[in-house]
């Protein structure tokens, strides 16, 4: 980022204010395309070049979240945002079973799996309550010798994951080019690049096979749009697991599931946010 160039801070108040939602904006926002994300509740503050700045475009994004109290633009230095972020990372610990964590933590205790990332402005870094979920189902299941899929991948954690656990191959999609890129480094970082194929598409490149295991963590409308696309990938004693949604948000998307032929298997919720695992009906 070139310091002297001129930017937009966007500060968007969040009324309720959690880093979830804040991370959830920051991959819709990357599209416009915001480059730069500091959260400061109630704030989340998103930074993008002057002669890029559309109010239209940001009005018609955040019109769709009912948490976004209002926002305020000013033209502010440009600075290395990123890198403020990328420092601030800390390690996390699913149930003692899997460590995720940066080149730059330090005195992090080893777990059965051990998770390198590259933290950069891409949605999943472990830190909210969903990517948790879906680690914490990810491990009570049969991986070892499946086909799994990872729409929404960000950072690739779940994927990266996966392999470890013995997955045969992972095919990891995400819409964002920034993060289909650091999900193409993580994977080759962690040593699982062979069996861990990365893309940058929609859930439409997910059909070109079908999988035993697929996993998308993003949020409600896109699950919603998407289910029909997971329901006819998803092999016949295959698991699907969702999250990205709040617990309001779960009767919706299990009514979905059903009329495609799955049956809710199990679930977790975690400070409000859900993670849903379907089956193929008839195992039910």
């Known amino acids: 980022m070139i310091d002297t160039e001129k930017y937009i801070e966007v500060s968007i108040r969040l009324n309720p204010f959690s880093e979830e939602m804040a991370e959830v904006l920051m991959a819709e926002l990357s599209d416009l395309p915001y480059d730069s994300f500091i959260t400061e509740e109630p704030f989340l503050k998103c930074y993008i070049p002057r002669e890029q700045y559309r109010p239209s475009d940001l009005k018609v994004v955040l019109s769709g979240y009912d948490c976004v109290a209002g926002f305020n633009a000013v033209m502010v230095e440009g600075q290395n945002w990123n890198r403020n972020w990328e420092l601030s990372f800390q390690p996390i610990v699913v149930d003692g079973i899997v460590t995720v964590k940066a080149p730059f933590n330090t005195d992090v205790p080893r777990t059965r799996y051990n998770i ?9 870094t472990g830190y909210h309550h969903t990517t948790y979920m879906m680690m914490q189902r990810l491990l009570a299941l049969p991986v070892r010798g499946s086909y799994v899929c990872d729409m929404g991948c960000g ?80 092999k016949r004693h295959g698991t699907l697991l969702v999250s990205g949604f709040y617990d309001a948000d779960v009767p919706a998307i299990t009514a979905a599931a059903q009329a495609l032929g799955l049956t809710l298997s199990g679930s977790s919720s975690r400070e409000g946010w859900s993670c849903l695992e379907f089956v193929p009906s008839f195992r039910a």
């Open 116 to 124: 390198w990332i590259d933290p950069q402005m891409a949605f999943g």
């Open 155 to 234: 950072t690739a954690i779940l994927a990266i994951l996966a392999a470890k656990m013995g997955a045969r191959k992972v095919f990891a999609v995400d819409i964002d080019a920034v993060a289909a890129r650091s999900a193409w480094g993580n994977c080759r970082w962690n040593k699982v690049g062979t069996r861990v194929e990365t893309a940058c598409g929609d859930a439409s490149l997910m059909q070109m096979s079908t999988y035993d295991v697929i996993l998308a963590n993003i949020h409600r409308n896109i699950i919603l749009e998407d289910l029909p696309t997971y329901a006819r990938s998803l």
